[in-house]
């Protein structure tokens, strides 16, 4: 039940992002958002999610089919595993681990591997390329975004638990924040998290402004 609770909360909040983050660019850039399909464009996200689910499955011809097939999957999985180990309220957590932030650590350097392999998989220069390019910028963030965490782990924390990470925060209250406590480590771990998420201004690998669409050729 925790999980289906966690899947659908994860679900719901994704389609409330991408509805969010679609009218504030267009509000920022002076144009139109989805506003037609449903009120205020609601419904718009869920519908291209539906389109997603929908399309065809198409394997390259030459590509490997194994490699192709499972790295979606090698992509997405990390990413709802990592959420075992957050904490979302007072002993509201799936896994309490006591080495939890190695854990989250650990899982969310094996998305980018996904993305190598079925850049290579599909046998497509512009996806291996972008495959690679996602592979290299997680390598390079990874370890100043580690670093950042360790930090609050070791030296404010004294602990690895992210439910104790959390707890420690309590003491002080609001001042009590690793934020204000770190803020130039916070800079650091923001800056990384945008290049391990792939976020601009490090959308590099997904390149949208180029009409290859890096990884996503296929």
């Known amino acids: 039940i925790d999980i289906i609770i966690l899947l ?5 909040g994704l389609l409330v992002i991408v509805w969010l983050e ?13 506003e037609y399909v449903g009120p205020l464009g609601i ?15 198409i394997i390259p011809s030459r590509g490997d089919i194994w490699l192709f097939s499972i790295g979606p999957a090698v992509v997405v999985i990390p990413i709802f595993l990592g959420y075992l180990v957050i904490p979302f309220g007072h002993h509201i957590i799936l896994m309490d681990l006591s080495i939890g932030i190695f854990f989250w650590i650990a899982i969310s350097s094996i998305a980018p591997l996904g993305l190598l392999i079925a850049g290579y998989g599909s046998n497509n220069k512009f996806s291996f390329s972008g495959g690679l390019r996602a592979a290299a910028q997680a390598i390079s963030y990874e370890i100043p975004l580690a670093l950042c965490v360790l930090s609050i782990s070791l030296q404010l924390s004294n602990s690895s638990s992210t439910l104790d990470i959390v707890e420690a925060q309590c003491r002080y209250g609001f001042l009590g924040w690793n934020l204000w406590r770190q803020p130039i480590g916070f800079l650091a771990f923001f800056i990384s998290s945008l290049a ?9 690998p997904e390149a949208e402004e180029e009409l290859v669409v890096g990884y996503q050729t296929e």
Not at 8 to 12: N, S, V, Y
Not at 196 to 204: H, K, M, T
């Open 43 to 57: 419904i718009q996200a869920l519908t291209d999610g539906i389109k997603l689910l929908l399309k065809e499955d």
């Open 8 to 12: 659908l909360g994860i679900t719901i």
């Open 196 to 204: 391990e998420c792939e976020r601009f201004p490090f959308d590099l």
């Open 22 to 34: 679609r009218k504030i660019s267009a509000r920022i850039q002076q144009r139109i958002g989805p």
